[in-house]
């Protein structure tokens, strides 16, 4: 597509439930980031994708936190048992290569979790 | 560990104004050096990013930014604001020549345009 994509927009969830944050990136760029934004820590780097490996997941904030990228395109982040600090906003980026920073940022979806 | 220090959380100019946004940045050799802006609801937009160079970099919407090692800044400046510029402001750093650990980002200047 022209952009990057993410869905939903805007997710309520109840404490406990999973969620899945969807991102479809720019057609044809291997590299994809994740990043959390949130208010007093602002933005956090969770996770990097180069096609479908991502060569550290240490970023991740807990092990309820997971990520995965199928095809080197959609990429899907979840969190399992969500805590009211998980609330932010998850922005997703891709790029044509890692090497350059050539980020586009998706608008983002914003989690609440009460 | 990289950091970068965005000293001011909100920032206030009268349209027509200059504008001179903050970042001070640590790590252990010459990063890579961006700005980003947010307009509400959005993601981020790329301003301008400094790798090598000439250390006065031009970038879109009429913003520049001057890298000065000898003070570890990446400080940002616009001549004349417009009320559209009103937004928030990331400064951020990246390893040289690869983004695996992705960037690291200031916490953000809050821009507030008077008419």
């Known amino acids: 597509g022209a952009g990057v994509s993410q869905s939903p927009s805007n997710k309520v969830t109840e404490k406990g439930k999973d969620v899945e944050l969807r991102c479809d990136p720019i057609?044809?760029?291997?590299?994809l980031y994740w990043y959390r934004q949130s208010l007093g820590q602002g933005l956090e780097f969770l996770i990097y994708?180069?096609?479908?490996?991502?060569?550290?997941k240490s970023g991740l904030p807990s092990d309820r936190f997971s990520a995965e990228r199928t095809g080197g395109s959609v990429s899907t982040l979840t969190i399992q048992r969500t805590q009211q600090e998980d609330s932010a906003v998850y922005l997703c980026?891709?790029?044509?290569?890692?090497?350059?920073?050539?980020?586009?940022f998706g608008s983002g979806t914003r989690l609440t979790v009460v | 560990a990289q950091s970068v220090t965005q000293p001011d959380i909100h920032i206030t100019v009268s349209e027509g104004a200059s504008l001179e946004l903050r970042c001070n940045y640590s790590y252990g050799a010459t990063p890579y050096l961006f700005w980003y802006v947010q307009s509400p609801g959005q993601g981020l937009q790329l301003l301008l990013k400094?790798?090598?160079?000439?250390?006065l970099v031009q970038g879109i919407k009429g913003f520049e930014a001057e890298f000065k090692r000898s003070q570890s800044s990446f400080n940002l400046r616009k001549p004349s604001v417009h009320w559209s510029d009103a937004a928030e402001y990331f400064c951020a750093v990246g390893a040289p020549g690869g983004g695996a650990d992705g960037l690291t980002f200031g916490k953000g200047t809050h821009l507030i345009i008077q008419p």
């Open positions: 994708f180069q096609g479908n490996s991502a060569p550290d």
């Open positions: 057609s044809g760029h291997t590299a």
């Open positions: 980026a891709s790029s044509p290569s890692r090497d350059n920073y050539g980020y586009t």
């Open positions: 400094y790798f090598s160079g000439d250390t």
